[in-house]
C-alpha cells in the first residue's frame, strides 16, 4: 500500500498571485495611454496633412450640411447688413495676401449673440449681438479681418481635419455606428468654431492687425471688442467667445503695444458704422 | 452617458458577487478536499493488484460561469497578451470542484481509490458572444471498492 499515495497540493500553485483589481488598472490605464497617444499623433498628422485640401473642395464640404445662418436671408435689412459685412470684407481681403482661390462668403445672424465665427469654405457669420457691443467700423474690420485670417491660415479645415482622424480612430476602434458618423459629419461646420488653439488665436490676431493697419493706416478700435468683453462684470453670461478665446487682457496688451508701434497719423479717426447696422 | 453608467453598475457588481462566490467556493474546495484526503486518485492506466477490487465508472462534472469583471479584464488582455490570471482562477475552481465531486461519488459506493482518473474540459460558449462565458470541466476515473 506504501507505494501509492495523495500528498496535499501547496495552495495557490495554479494561480497568478496578483490582485484582480490591480491587473485592471493597470491594464486600463496602459491600453487608454496607448490609444491615448495614437490617437494623439493621428490626430496631429491629420492637422498638418489637412493642409493640403485645396480650398475648392473645402468649400464643397460644407454644401450639404444644413446651418440655419448659411441660407439666403429674405429680410431686406439682413441682406442689406449682409452686403455691407461681405463688403467690408471685400475691402479687408485685398489687403490680406490670400491664394488665388481663396473667398469669403459673409453672413448675418440677427441673433443677440455676441460672436462672430468663421467655418469651412471661408463662411463668416457675424451676430447683431457683436455689432451692437462695437463703437465703429474699425472695430468691426478687426473682427472680421481676425475671423478671415483664420480661414486664410486654414484653421477651419485643419480643426475639422483633426475630428474627424480622432472620430475615425475612435469609431473603428469602438465599432460606432453609419449613424453616429452620419450626425457628427453633419455638425463639423459647428464643431470647427470650437477648437482653435491659443496660439491659433493669437497667429489670427496677429494677421488681423496687419490687416487692418494697412486697409485703414491706424489700429484705432482694434481692442474695442475685448475690452468690452473685459468690463463685462464677470456674473453675466458668458459670452460664447469666451470658451475660444482665452486671456482677453493679454490679447487687449497685445494690440496696445502694435497701436504703440503704429500711432495714427494726425486726422485718422475711427469711421462709425452705418445707422441701419445697429438693432435699435 | 446612460451607457457608461450601465457599465460601470455591471462592472461592479461582477466585481463584488464574482469575488464574493469565488471565496466562498474556494473555503468549500478545501475543507472538501481535506475530509476526502484519504480517497486516493492516480492517472495510472491499470490498478495495482495490491488494489483489486470491485470496479466502477465514477465522474464529477461542473459548469462555472464567469462573471462580468472578470471577462472585461481578460478582453482587455487580448489586446496584448499574457497571462489571463482572471480566467486561471475560473479554471482551477471547476478542476477541483469536478475532482471532488468525482471523490464523493467514489465515497457513496464505498470505494478507497479511483484510477485512471481524467479531466476534460469544454467551453460552453464557444466564440459565440451572445451566450454566456462558462466551461465545463468533467473528471472521471474508475473507482474501486476493495472486496
Same mark, same amino acid.
Given at each position: ?13 495554479? =494561480?497568478?498571485? #496578483? ?5 485592471? !488598472? ?13 490617437? /494623439? ?32 436671408? @429674405? ?25 488665388? %482661390? ?27 449681438? /457683436?455689432?451692437?457691443?462695437?463703437? #465703429? ?30 472620430? /475615425?480612430? /475612435? ?5 460606432? !455606428? %453609419? ?25 489670427? %490676431? ?10 485703414? !493706416? ?28 482665452? %486671456?482677453?487682457?493679454?490679447? =487687449?496688451?497685445?494690440? @496696445? ?9 494726425? !486726422? @485718422? ?12 | 452617458?446612460?451607457? +457608461?453608467?450601465?457599465?460601470?453598475? +455591471? ?137
Amino acid at each position: 500500500m506504501s507505494d501509492y499515495e495523495n500528498r496535499p497540493v501547496p495552495e495557490g500553485i495554479n =494561480i497568478s498571485p #496578483s490582485h484582480p483589481l490591480k491587473e485592471f !488598472g493597470l491594464l486600463v490605464g496602459g491600453i487608454s495611454a496607448v490609444l491615448l497617444t495614437g490617437v /494623439l499623433l493621428l490626430a496631429l498628422l491629420a492637422g498638418h496633412l489637412v493642409r493640403y485640401v485645396p480650398f475648392a473642395q473645402e468649400k464643397a464640404l460644407l454644401s450639404g450640411v444644413d446651418i440655419g445662418w448659411l441660407k439666403d436671408d @429674405q429680410n431686406t435689412a439682413h441682406q442689406q447688413k449682409q452686403r455691407y459685412l461681405q463688403a467690408l470684407a471685400e475691402r479687408l481681403a485685398t489687403n490680406m495676401q490670400l491664394p488665388p %482661390d481663396m473667398s469669403f462668403s459673409l453672413h448675418y445672424s440677427p441673433d443677440a449673440t455676441v460672436n462672430a465665427m468663421a467655418t469651412l469654405g471661408g463662411h463668416i457669420v457675424v451676430y447683431q449681438g /457683436l455689432l451692437d457691443t462695437l463703437p #465703429s467700423e474699425n472695430a468691426l474690420a478687426m473682427v472680421l479681418a481676425h475671423e478671415m485670417a483664420h480661414v486664410r491660415q486654414r484653421h477651419p479645415i485643419v480643426a475639422v481635419g483633426r475630428g474627424f482622424a480622432v472620430m /475615425l480612430a /475612435l469609431s473603428s476602434l469602438a465599432g460606432v !455606428g %453609419d449613424g453616429a458618423m452620419q450626425q457628427w459629419v453633419g455638425n463639423m461646420g459647428m464643431l470647427s468654431m470650437l477648437s482653435f488653439s491659443r496660439a491659433q488665436e493669437e497667429d489670427a %490676431d496677429a494677421e488681423a492687425l496687419q490687416t487692418v493697419q494697412r486697409t485703414y !493706416g491706424h489700429v484705432g478700435d482694434a481692442a474695442a471688442f475685448f475690452e468690452y468683453i473685459a468690463s463685462r462684470p464677470q456674473s453675466l453670461e458668458t459670452p460664447a467667445i469666451f470658451n475660444t478665446h482665452p %486671456d482677453h487682457a493679454a490679447r =487687449i496688451a497685445r494690440i @496696445q503695444q502694435f497701436a504703440q508701434a503704429h500711432p495714427a497719423a494726425a !486726422g @485718422q479717426t475711427s469711421q462709425p458704422l452705418p445707422p441701419f447696422m445697429q438693432s435699435r | 452617458m446612460y451607457d +457608461l453608467i450601465f457599465f460601470l453598475v +455591471l462592472l461592479g457588481c461582477g466585481y463584488v458577487f464574482g469575488q464574493l462566490a469565488e471565496k466562498r467556493h474556494f473555503r468549500s474546495i478545501i475543507a472538501r478536499e481535506a475530509e476526502l484526503q484519504d480517497l486516493l486518485c492516480f492517472s495510472e492506466r491499470t490498478v495495482p493488484a495490491a488494489y483489486s477490487g470491485d470496479a466502477a465508472l465514477v465522474c464529477g462534472s461542473v459548469v462555472i460561469s464567469i462573471d462580468y469583471f472578470k471577462r472585461f479584464v481578460a478582453g482587455l488582455r487580448n489586446f496584448i497578451g499574457g497571462r489571463v490570471s482572471s480566467y486561471e482562477s475560473l479554471l482551477e475552481r471547476a478542476r477541483r470542484e469536478a475532482m471532488l465531486r468525482m471523490k464523493e461519488e467514489a465515497r457513496a459506493r464505498g470505494a478507497s481509490s479511483v484510477w485512471n482518473v481524467r479531466l476534460e474540459t469544454a467551453s460552453i460558449s464557444k466564440d459565440n458572444d451572445q451566450t454566456i462565458g462558462a466551461v465545463e470541466v468533467v473528471a472521471y476515473g474508475t473507482a474501486v471498492t476493495p472486496r
